[in-house]
């Protein structure tokens, strides 16, 4: 079993109601920005002919078209992001690499200049697939789980 990844950034801005204290709420309710960079990964099997989990060039155009709908957008606008957290990032990147490419393992989201990340699993299960030659991949390109309707208390956003 392998683990294959990419990684790529994005710069956005965005904005974002919090429930924090108000010193820190402020600047996160104005629009600002910031540089993402976001990794997935697809967990499988090599196919035997061709020695690949998946062909490089096959994820990366996957990647390269999410990419295109974040990069240097205002993130509260892009259709289906929903609120644009760490959280709603990962699920948002993780759902369309998946109509793609199957075994799309986990998506990870992170703001290294906050010291932020956000690793999304996929869907419940969805961490059994595979992707290999016959087709037992178990991607899934499913709705957004509960819990990723905010910023997730603890999850992503601080240091906004």
Do not use: W
């Not at 820190?24 to 920005?33: I, L």
């Not at 967990?43 to 240097?72: C, F, K, N, W, Y």
Request: hydrophobic share 35%; glycine share 16%.
């Amino acid at each position: 079993m392998f683990e294959l990844s990419q990684s790529f950034y994005f710069e956005s801005a965005h904005t974002l109601r919090r429930e924090v204290e108000r010193n820190e709420a402020d600047g996160s309710r104005r629009v600002h920005g910031h540089t993402y960079t976001a990794e997935v990964s697809v967990r499988g099997r090599a196919d035997p002919s061709t020695g690949m989990v998946v062909d490089l060039a096959v994820l990366r155009e996957a990647i390269a078209r999410v990419r295109e709908q974040l990069d240097h957008h205002f993130l509260d606008e892009v259709p289906g992001l929903d609120v644009p957290t760490l959280e709603n990032l990962c699920v948002f990147i993780h759902e369309r690499v998946a109509a793609r490419v199957p075994g799309v393992a986990s998506v990870s989201v992170a703001r290294h200049s906050s010291g932020d990340r956000c690793v999304y699993l996929g869907p419940a299960g969805a961490h059994r697939g595979v992707a290999s030659q016959g087709g037992d991949g178990g991607a899934s390109s499913g709705g957004h789980d509960a819990g990723h309707g905010g910023d997730g208390g603890n999850g992503g956003n601080g240091g906004e």
